[in-house]
């Protein structure tokens, strides 16, 4: 048998005219529907950017940091991903231009290119087509890889990826890789008229190129006529029943079931040659009607640095709205600036109401009196409240200074000379220095103290949940953090780092080291999120 018939199918995704066209939800739902068809299906992210993983760019720019079991710190999509088609994803699902790049030069100074000259065209194009099919290598079982491309056609960084994607295509065939472009059609008021030209402009792009789009996937704000997908059909060499209709949804989790309506998956399957099956998506539309239909609204408050982009707090966002589903409410979430609320008086205004407090993950010393604050306000008065990597840190602080006597403590990544580091680098960490090496990343065991409400959210002893941080509980502390009240319900299986801790005398205050929310899926609400919502509804109708 030649190569080609024997390899496994591709659906490449590209963007069109505007970038924040939600590539990365269409990329998730496509693979959301092939798998309740029955296929085994993963997704990944290439992003054209030079920086070599997302780790160093500021949330305020490129939202949160996604971090996979394997360590590795990856765009947002792959939240997503994980979300809607359930599968840990690993490093070879996230690849930046900067990771590329790196992995030419590396082969230039070792002598790899034998004295040939380096250039985009072959070298960085095969290491581009190298790291597309690196996850086919790894996992024999897949039949359908779905990968984004990041950017928008027509960017200069994007070039070498679409020129390696044609390669690809030219080398595996076309009835293994095939295009689904994702395009706005934008409709102008004043003409009362949806236009087809900035697609038009984009697909005369692709095919300069030499890519011919499969399926158009057209967001726009209302529905597509027949006229104006028998126009887009004409002028970008699509057939009419290729051009999907991407209408704006209340919610992402519903965008699975549009596309299901413009058989989305069925065009794709058959343009691959597969066969088409039912879809399993009972569960889905279930978990939509209750979004759609909550019996009751709870408010949390998230006391963050980041509430300027809440795409940095994106991965809570979406376990509350699984979490919601399964208490039956809305979350609804209040965005704490704990920068700017920091003094007392304006930090009590904000909190006022709030049926749950979640102090999430963060950096640096800005915003930190503002969360210690939060969480005293929230052990003081019976809120529920839950600490994720950061929030555990100020919620230690916060006990230490408050309850335990101990006047001044904190973190070392805080306040250096603090009297009681009560939060630091364990003394292994100290001696690396460079800036992310000494970070805890990905995966990690943790055991549960039974009868504690962690354990009894988990259900069970041993759990294993993602890290990010670098500082750690200061065992000298634990003692006496425990003999005032605080209950220390998780630890690495060693007991050498503090995992998780709650409070004894308050309705729900748990904390965890780890990140949670980065393990919400749909159907599959991570139990911290579930119970805390739990907490909070009850809190709402005890008021
Ligand atoms: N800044 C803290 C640390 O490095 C917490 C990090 C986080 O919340 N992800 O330990």
């Known amino acids: 048998m030649p190569e080609r018939t024997k390899s496994k199918k591709y659906v490449i995704v590209t963007g069109g ?9 269409v990329a998730a739902s496509l693979g959301l529907l092939l798998k309740s068809k ?4 993963t997704i990944q992210k290439l992003d054209p950017y030079l920086n070599v993983d997302p780790g160093t760019m500021s949330p305020f720019q490129h939202g949160e940091v996604f971090v996979l079991d394997d360590g590795s710190e990856t765009d947002l999509d792959l939240g997503h991903y994980e979300r809607f088609i359930d599968i840990d994803m690993g490093r070879a699902n996230n690849t930046t231009a900067g990771q590329v790049y790196y992995d030419v030069i590396e082969k230039e100074r070792r002598g790899d290119y034998l004295g040939s000259t380096v250039q985009i065209i072959p070298h960085v194009t095969d290491q581009i087509k190298q790291r597309i099919t690196a996850l086919e290598k790894d996992h024999d079982d897949l039949e359908i890889i779905l990968t984004e491309i990041g950017g928008t056609v027509g960017d200069i960084e994007s070039l070498p990826f679409l020129e390696a994607v044609r390669q690809f295509q030219q080398e595996r065939g076309p009835e293994n890789v095939i295009i689904v472009h994702v395009t706005l059609i934008p409709f102008v008021q004043a003409s009362a008229e949806m236009k087809t030209k900035p697609t038009q402009h984009s697909v005369m792009r692709m095919r300069e190129i030499g890519l011919q789009p499969d399926i158009l996937v057209c967001r726009t704000e209302y529905t597509l006529t027949r006229d104006i997908r028998e126009k887009l059909a004409l002028f970008c060499n699509v057939k009419a029943e290729r051009v999907i209709q991407g209408l704006d949804a209340k919610t992402i989790y519903e965008v699975p079931l549009f596309f299901n309506r413009e058989h989305l998956s069925e065009i794709v399957l058959e343009r691959l040659g597969m066969d088409d099956r039912p879809a399993e998506l009972t569960y889905l539309r279930r978990f939509v009607n209750h979004i759609a239909n909550p019996a009751t609204t709870v408010t949390i408050g998230v006391a963050g640095k980041y509430v300027q982009l809440v795409d940095a707090y994106k ?11 399964d208490n039956d409410c809305k979350v609804e979430i209040r965005w704490i600036d704990a920068e700017q609320n920091e003094a007392a008086e304006n930090i009590e205004a904000e909190l006022e109401g709030l049926d749950g407090i979640l102090i999430p993950g963060g950096f640096g010393y800005r915003g930190i009196e503002g969360k210690i604050r939060a969480a005293r306000y929230a052990r003081e008065k019976g809120i529920p409240f839950l600490g994720i990597c950061l929030g555990l840190q ?3 602080i916060e006990f230490a200074r408050f309850v335990a006597g101990l006047e001044n403590a904190n973190s070392t990544e805080f306040d250096e000379n603090t009297p009681h580091p009560v939060i630091h680098l364990m003394p292994s960490q100290e001696t690396v220095t460079t800036k992310g090496a000494t970070m805890r990343l990905g995966a990690y065991e943790c055991k549960l103290r039974k009868d504690t409400k962690s354990f009894l959210a988990y259900g069970e002893t041993h759990i294993t949940e993602r890290h990010r941080h670098r500082f750690e509980v200061n065992n000298d502390y634990r ?3 425990e003999k005032a009240g605080m209950i220390i319900s998780g630890t690495s299986p060693d007991d050498m780092l503090v995992e998780m801790v709650e409070l004894k005398d308050h309705p729900w205050f748990v904390a965890t080291q780890a990140h949670p929310e980065l393990k919400s899926r749909i159907g599959r609400t991570h139990p911290l999120f579930r119970e805390f919502v739990h907490a909070a509804v009850k809190f709402h109708h005890n008021r």
């Not at 005219?17 to 939800?25: A, E, P």
């Not at 029955?38 to 299906?41: D, L, R």
């Open 17 to 25: 005219v505007i970038s924040g066209l939600g590539k990365g939800i």
């Open 38 to 41: 029955g296929y085994k299906v």
């Open 315 to 325: 991965s809570i966002i979406e376990a509350f709205a699984h979490a919601g589903v």
């Open 394 to 396: 100020v919620a230690v």
């Open 479 to 481: 003692e006496g953090l």
